[in-house]
């Protein structure tokens, strides 16, 4: 009950901040909408009972999070500067690679923040998550050494505690 609830102000929340429009009627209809979702969502069970849940949140979680974000936009700024360089340099050619990372103790939430932090930065790419592996696509190799280090890796485990377990 608390994940629906959860799911409703979280709903209700974005739905007013993407809306802009605040006469009664809006409201209303708005917050009717949103809780026909958090209802459909509770009878099919798919309120989210795996990922960071709400009631559980803490100052932690968002410190860690917040920390990871801006570590997250660092490797993005760098990553665009050498892919930009690849493209401007002459002597500089595409070597497309694909290789697999394993994912391998990583709940759903982690498998899903790691593999779209990977989309998210230049030059890579998650094409498949196939149960503990990712298929990564980059367009020259030397751009997943930090991967294969498990940088990124690491710091998306530290989300979460360190066993990889939820909090």
């Known amino acids: 009950m608390k994940s629906t609830l959860a799911l409703l102000l979280f709903l209700s929340i974005f739905w007013l901040a993407l809306s802009g429009h ?18 459909i969502a509770r009878r099919m069970d798919v309120v989210d009972h795996g990922g960071l849940p709400v009631q559980k949140w803490s100052l932690r979680i968002f410190t860690t999070f917040f920390i990871y974000l801006m570590w997250l936009g660092k490797e993005i700024v760098l990553s665009s500067i050498a892919v930009a360089r690849m493209i401007l340099s002459n002597g500089a050619r595409v070597r497309p ?19 779209n932090s ?36 690491n710091r998306v485990r530290r989300i979460y505690n360190r066993s990889g377990k939820q909090l």
């Open 118 to 153: 990977i989309t998210l930065t230049p030059g890579t790419l998650t094409v498949d998550v196939d149960g503990d592996w990712l298929n990564v696509h980059t367009v020259r190799g030397d751009l997943l050494e930090p991967l294969k280090r498990g940088d990124m890796a």
């Open 22 to 39: 605040y006469s009664g009627l809006l409201l209303g209809l708005g917050f009717a909408s949103c809780l026909w979702v958090a209802l």
């Open 97 to 115: 690679e694909v290789i697999q990372l394993s994912v391998e103790g990583m709940n759903d939430m982690e498998k899903v923040i790691y593999a």
